[in-house]
């Protein structure tokens, strides 16, 4: 004889009861039914790393929290391909990377836009002229309207969190 599980807090009743439901609305809002599927599974995968759904009050209302957080990053990570797909294109055919490098520059963007998240904006400028656009600190503290020192400051603010991220510095 087959047992349900007894408590609203298992994982296989949560999926089998808003996996629908949850599709539906990730597809309203993505516009394609296979994308919608592959973050509904997105979303059940991060709640499978963290144990505390079990304790919400509200798993449901807890799912779609998560569900919304894998949305966001899905679409900041479909902004950053965009981007780097639009810089690719301006480069001579010769000086393209091959598909594979491609792909791991792009995860690479990804990572770096994950550890730079939860940064103040100016931070994340800051770094990003200093590594990207290869400006001096006396070029970024005119741009950012800044001085020096705090333009210092902010880069070892985000280097810190790219380079040692678990030490929350």
Not at 44 to 64: I, N, T
Not at 119 to 147: C, H, K, V, W
Request: hydrophobic letters at 40%; glycine letters at 2%.
């Amino acid at each position: 004889m087959h047992k349900e599980p007894s408590t609203h807090n298992d994982l296989g009743v949560l999926y089998s009861q808003n996996r629908q439901w949850l599709l539906g609305w990730l597809c309203k809002r993505l516009g394609c039914n296979h994308r919608a599927a592959d973050l509904v599974q997105d979303t059940f995968v991060r709640l499978l790393k963290r144990d505390e759904w079990q304790q919400a009050r509200e798993p449901k209302a807890y799912l779609m929290t998560v569900a919304k957080r894998v949305l966001i990053d899905h679409w900041r990570h479909q902004r950053i391909e965009d981007a780097y797909l639009e810089a690719l294109q301006h480069l001579p055919v010769a000086d393209a990377p091959s598909p594979e490098t491609q792909h791991q520059l792009l995860a690479l963007l990804i990572e770096i836009d994950r550890r730079l998240d939860g940064l103040p904006e100016i931070t994340r400028r800051a770094f990003l002229y200093a590594q990207l656009d290869g400006m001096t600190y006396a070029e970024i503290s005119e741009q950012l309207n800044i001085s020096i020192s705090t333009v210092k400051r902010h880069l070892i603010q985000a280097a810190s969190r790219c380079y040692f991220p678990d030490l929350n510095l």
